[in-house]
């Protein structure tokens, strides 16, 4: 019998949904750091900023960058690890993965860029100094087995970076609702042309584990000192642990 998991508040069978992810993340791929600086007035580019500068990325290190999606982060850390070290860019949705490329591309950069399954990591144990994940967490379907192989490829003393939309501040809940079932839905609607997929956003929030249930997924993923920092009144949430 078939095990199902949560699309937004839609359930479908596990093995679905991974391809339905992928459909969303097609429609919107030309369009999603526009999406991006609308929705979020611009401050996606300083949450990524704080978990660039929380990483600890030094020159010469080896750093993947999971879901990199358009290549934000991944564009950072190639600054921080200089022509020594190397940044491996992974996504799922192959439309997204050439638009990060392009876009590195564009800024004279040139990274491994490899479509996989996060659940799935086609690295050896002990790879990486650093893992990261934005705004990609939300999407897998089994984050439990996703954070299993981001701590298998850190080397001891590596950190994992899970930047991603948590539980706001509770006296917000309902201007944050609001915003967000209304707001977002008309603006993917008129900027994207798809209101269905904006929407999709908004409920995979909703389901989304909360600050203090993703620390305890990544302790159980073989993490320690893992923590967390609220940004936005708990809208984002970057949380930070090391493989020992």
């Given at each position: 019998m078939s095990t199902e998991t949560h699309f937004g508040y839609e359930k479908v069978p596990e093995e679905a949904k991974a391809a339905k992810v992928r459909e969303v993340f097609d429609r919107v791929a030309g369009n999603y750091d526009l999406m991006n600086d609308l929705m979020s007035a611009g401050l996606h580019r300083a949450w990524k900023a704080f978990a660039v500068a929380l990483s600890g990325v030094r020159e010469g290190q080896r750093i993947l960058d999971v879901a990199a999606g358009s290549g934000d982060l991944t564009r950072a850390f190639a600054k921080r690890v200089g022509a020594s070290g190397q940044v491996w860019a992974t996504d799922i949705n192959g439309?997204?993965?050439?638009?990060?490329?392009?876009?590195?591309?564009?800024?004279?950069?040139?990274?491994?860029?490899?479509?996989?399954?996060?659940?799935?990591?086609?690295?050896?144990?002990?790879?990486?100094?650093?893992?990261?994940?934005?705004?990609?967490?939300?999407?897998?379907?089994?984050?439990?087995?996703?954070?299993?192989?981001?701590?298998?490829?850190?080397?001891?003393?590596?950190?994992?970076?899970?930047?991603?939309?948590?539980?706001?501040?509770?006296?917000?809940?309902?201007?944050?609702?609001?915003?967000?079932?209304?707001?977002?839905?008309?603006?993917?609607?008129?900027?994207?042309?798809?209101?269905?997929?904006?929407?999709?956003?908004?409920?995979?929030?909703?389901?989304?584990?909360?600050?203090?249930?993703?620390?305890?997924?990544?302790?159980?993923?073989?993490?320690?000192?893992?923590?967390?920092f609220n940004l936005a009144a708990g809208v984002v949430a970057l949380h930070r642990g090391y493989r020992v």
């Open positions: 439309n997204m993965l050439a638009v990060g490329r392009d876009r590195l591309l564009d800024n004279g950069m040139i990274c491994p860029a490899v479509q996989c399954d996060a659940e799935k990591l086609p690295f050896p144990d002990a790879y990486f100094d650093c893992v990261s994940v934005a705004f990609g967490l939300r999407n897998m379907t089994r984050k439990e087995k996703a954070l299993a192989e981001m701590t298998r490829v850190l080397k001891p003393g590596g950190r994992l970076l899970v930047l991603e939309f948590s539980k706001v501040w509770k006296p917000l809940e309902k201007a944050y609702d609001l915003y967000s079932f209304t707001v977002l839905p008309w603006l993917g609607e008129k900027i994207a042309k798809d209101g269905n997929a904006y929407r999709y956003l908004a409920e995979s929030i909703r389901m989304h584990p909360g600050q203090e249930e993703l620390k305890e997924l990544m302790e159980r993923a073989g993490l320690e000192k893992v923590e967390y």
